[in-house]
């Protein structure tokens, strides 16, 4: 299991995590904050691609500073994933089951039964340079679980796919997550809706709020009110949207209180800003 | 499947490094197909020509290939997924430098089995030592050599962008071709200091101007190698630092490693400014710079004013570390043994260290080009003298050395000019009494000389010089002489050209129980140096080649400062026209020409020719020829 205390990793005068600390169990966790948050820093600092000087990284209660044998029991795809477009679909995941250290007589199935789950089997003699994007992102996906880790981390997973292919993620999520730590970091709140246990957000470094994604949504509850322009009162409100009927401009807006309009039930995604605007 | 066979198959189909590594696979086809063309196939002495070129070929290709190949991680977007796993992305990029040396393995192997197959097989040429040296040559030039690009550009692909990194290899592939020769001497005529440029960007190995000694072999010289040794350090300290800036789990064993590579890089380095002969130096041959020395410094040759007795060397005892440049100690006894001051001649490239007495008492000397004075102080019968130094002509390397008798390597008696000021040519310092030699010869190579070695390392014998080759020889016996040839010669493929020489010399009298050996000696350096090609030095021959022995044998029985004579004779019998030019040339005593063309003109021609013949074959009349002249015109 993993664990993570009081990390802080600056960069320099900047503080990029502040003494975040979190205890994660075998679920779905959703990473989410602003950009420059501290996501992907805090997402390297548990694979070791940071040195973390300050706080410490538990797996199953052991430091993994100085033992990356923990990264065998990982799948991680990053933000920025390729592969190499000359080789084959099957000989791209054969090098990288070579590397993740599976054993040699075993890669032929865990390279068939990835395909599988991420429905690429069909493309395995293709070459890399011939898939699409989505399909380049699929079989990051399939790379993750070639050894059968038992924590997977997500960066920025559906950045840049098609809704398509971000349901068809979403489902991979859902079938890939029995007895497994799943950390995803992602902008995108339908996927946090759609497959999530947890949530945890960052903000500035700092870890601002964890729970349910149904918590995250109760956090805007009496806070989200619809009005049209004219009656608005106040300017410490938050514009959600903007919308324009027949000359009328009608204002979904965060508020502490009422500034005009009526209260609407919250989504998630007014859960997320209420949290990061603080409000 | 296995990483190294996913990555060669990753390699081949980026069409481009395909290409250009066929070309490369191609290359060794290529140049046998060139050597047939151009000089047969049995012909040895243009192998060191194409090795240089194909290896020069091999590391401009491998610099680019291996950044392409080892960029293409970063430039898939692999990295960091990869970094993500246990051994990191250098564990995968420690097997792609795997692969492009497994790649220089695989040419090297294709030339080694082309050079064995063909000097084996064709030219029955099977010594141990030869094929050893063709295999440490080959593996030098295609496998170390690449390997040091290979891991330049590993260490450049991780903190090099592209456009960086192509210029410096482009400057480095333009340093290491022979453009740096002209570009060394703009540099250092500009900034008004040498610049090592050719010394430091040794991967092209030839000069263009130049050919290495015959009885090297194979070209591995070591100078080259200390320096591609002090690349090859240094490109791992440069890969050691870029991948601990890369890999924050490495930066210790980096540091490690950088520093082991650094204090290595110093101490080869260091190794490296010791002094040494340079047989491949820019100039027209390695003679060029005896030539210099005396025309930019004449007085290196004028014997020093103070007024010596005659005396002679009865004993020489020479301890001589012959390895990368010369280093002697010469235990000289003298006869007579009373005189105040002797003086001697030994060759100004070698700096003298100490004189002593045979007790270790110092004796004040002095050096004066040339020469040596020393004041017998101590009334010694006898001298120790210590002295090194390295000479490109007359040369001690690992490999091979080459130490002529005439050449003062060690302290002659007397003070002889070894540069004949007017004629502008060397002159063979030729000796006529016998000394007892014991030379104890340190040297990494097959030694042959004119004495006897009485043990290993140890050449005794009562001679007027003392000679020595060293290199990749061979011994031919022929009718009771022994002929002594570098396996890189053409004799090699004409043994009858060999025996049909020596059984010339034989029937224009040479004694073969006087002459017991014929050393060949390195042609090309001594181009211009000896007027005679072959040299007679009493108990064996010097020759550079065995073309024309008729009339090269002939001339080697006269003393040296004669030739100029015997050829005007010779000429005056066989072209009368050039005779005349060469007499109307130069109308004074000069000109030995002139001379004869006046003495035939006031004597006739018969008796100036058979006095001629007279003075040029008595070895005991040393007149000058002006001398000889103006006795036999007031002969009755």
């Known amino acids: 299991m993993l664990s993570i205390q009081n ?44 040195r973390v000087k300050d706080g410490e990284v538990l797996w199953n209660g052991k430091s993994v500073a100085r033992d990356r044998s923990f990264l065998n029991q990982v799948g991680y795809l990053p933000q920025q994933f390729g592969l190499y477009k000359e080789l084959r679909v099957r000989e791209a995941l054969a090098l990288l089951a070579n590397e993740k250290g599976v054993p040699k007589q075993d890669t032929d199935e865990r390279i068939a039964a990835c395909l599988a789950l991420v429905h690429l089997s069909d493309r395995a003699d293709s070459k890399v340079g011939e898939l699409s994007g989505g399909m380049v992102r699929r079989l990051g996906i399939a790379q993750t679980l070639l ?39 992602t902008h995108i709140v339908a996927d946090i809706q759609a497959v999530c246990d947890e949530v945890l957000m960052l903000g500035e470094g700092k870890l601002l709020f964890h729970g349910t994604v149904r918590d995250m949504t109760e956090q805007a509850r009496g806070k989200v009110f619809l009005a049209k322009q004219a009656d608005m009162t106040g300017s410490d409100v938050f514009i959600v949207k903007t919308e324009e009927k027949d000359g009328e401009v009608t204002l979904r807006y965060l508020a502490p209180e009422n500034r005009g309009g009526s209260p609407c039930e919250p989504t998630t995604e007014d859960g997320y800003l209420c949290i990061q605007k603080q409000i | 499947m296995s990483t190294g066979k996913i990555l060669f198959r990753l390699y081949r189909r980026s069409k481009w490094m395909l290409g250009i590594t066929v070309l490369l696979f191609l290359l060794p086809v290529g140049t046998i197909i060139f050597h047939i063309i151009t000089a047969g196939l049995r012909d040895l002495s243009l192998i060191p020509t194409t090795v240089s070129i194909c290896s020069y070929l091999q590391i401009a290709a491998m610099l680019f290939l291996s950044y392409e190949f080892f960029g293409k991680t970063d430039a898939a977007g692999l990295t960091e997924c990869l970094n993500g796993t246990k051994g990191g992305a250098l564990r995968l990029f420690r097997r792609q430098i795997g692969c492009m040396l497994a790649l220089n393995g ?16 064709l030219m029955h040429l ?74 430091l960007f040794a991967f092209y190995p030839q000069n263009l101007n130049s050919e290495p000694p015959a009885q090297d072999g194979f070209m591995l010289p070591e100078t080259q190698i200390l320096v591609v040794g002090c690349w090859l350090l240094f490109a791992l300290l440069f890969l050691a630092f870029a991948i601990g800036l890369r890999d924050i789990h490495q930066r210790r064993r980096s540091i490690s490693i950088a520093a082991i590579c650094a204090v290595l890089l110093v101490g080869v380095t260091g190794y490296n400014t010791l002094p040494y002969s340079d047989t491949n130096a820019d100039c027209q041959n390695s003679a060029d710079k005896i030539y210099l020395d005396y025309w930019e410094t004449p007085e290196l040759a004028v014997a020093p004013t103070t007024p010596i007795e005659a005396f002679h060397i009865t004993s020489c005892i020479l301890n001589l570390n012959a390895k990368r440049y010369l280093q002697g100690e010469a235990v000289l006894t003298v006869e007579p043994d009373n005189l105040t001051v002797y003086g001697f001649t030994l060759h100004h490239d070698y700096t003298v260290q100490a004189v002593t007495d045979k007790n270790g008492h110092p004796m004040p000397f002095l050096r004066q080009g040339d020469f040596l004075t020393v004041e017998n102080t101590a009334a010694a019968d006898g001298f120790v003298i ?29 003070y002889q000019s070894f540069f004949n000021e007017k004629e502008k040519q060397l002159a063979p310092c030729v000796q006529t009494e016998q000394i007892a030699f014991t030379v104890h010869l340190s040297s990494s190579c097959e030694v042959y000389s004119n004495l006897s070695e009485t043990a290993p390392g140890v050449y005794e014998g009562m001679a007027s010089a003392a000679s020595f080759l060293g290199g990749k020889l061979a011994v031919r016996s022929i009718d009771g002489i022994e002929l002594v040839y570098p396996y890189l010669s053409a004799f090699v493929q004409s043994p009858e050209r060999a025996e049909n020489a020596v059984k010339t010399m034989i029937s224009l009298g040479l004694d073969r129980d006087t002459c017991e050996r014929i050393l060949l000696t390195p042609g090309h350096l001594l181009r211009g140096i000896q007027p005679q090609s072959i040299l007679n030095l009493g108990d064996h021959l010097l020759t550079s080649d065995l073309n024309d022995v008729e009339n090269d044998y002939q001339k080697s029985k006269i003393l040296p ?75 009755g």
């Open chain 2, 561 to 635: 400062y004669k030739v100029s004579l015997y050829e005007s004779c010779y000429i005056y019998r066989t072209s009368p026209n050039t005779f005349e030019s060469m007499a109307s040339f130069a109308e004074d005593d000069s000109n030995a020409a002139y001379l004869l063309k006046i003495a035939i003109q006031e004597k006739g021609e018969s008796a100036a020719l058979a006095a001629c013949e007279t003075f040029l074959y008595n070895r005991e009349d040393t007149r000058t020829i002006q001398a000889f002249f103006a006795d036999f015109m007031r002969e």
């Open chain 1, 147 to 185: 050894n059968e880790p038992q924590l997977l981390i997500f960066d920025e997973p559906t950045a840049g796919l098609d809704p398509e292919e971000r349901v068809r993620f979403q489902n991979i999520i859902t079938n890939i997550k029995k007895d497994r730590t799943v950390i995803l970091s």
């Open chain 2, 126 to 199: 099977t010594q141990p030592a030869w094929l050893w040296n063709l295999t440490g040559s080959i593996l030098f030039f295609f496998f170390l050599c690449p390997m040091t690009a290979v891991l330049l550009s590993a260490a450049a692909s991780l903190c090099l962008k592209r456009l960086s990194a192509y210029l410096c290899f482009t400057l480095f592939v333009i340093l290491n071709s022979p453009i740096k020769y002209s570009l060394e001497k703009r540099l250092s005529f500009r900034l008004s200091y040498p610049v090592p440029l050719s010394f």
């Open chain 1, 7 to 50: 990390i802080t990793k600056t960069f320099g005068k900047r503080t990029a995590l502040s003494q975040v600390s979190f205890a994660f169990d075998k679920k779905v966790y959703g990473l989410v904050g602003a950009n420059g948050a501290g996501k992907t820093t805090l997402l390297r600092c548990i694979l070791q691609l940071y």
């Open chain 2, 106 to 121: 695989l040419l090297s192997v294709i030339y080694l089995c082309i050079y064995l197959g063909v000097c084996a097989f």
């Open chain 2, 386 to 414: 210590t002295y090194s130094g390295a000479n490109n002509t007359f040369y001690t390397k690992r490999r091979s050395l080459f130490l002529p008798g005439y050449f003062p390597y060690y302290p002659m008696a007397g």
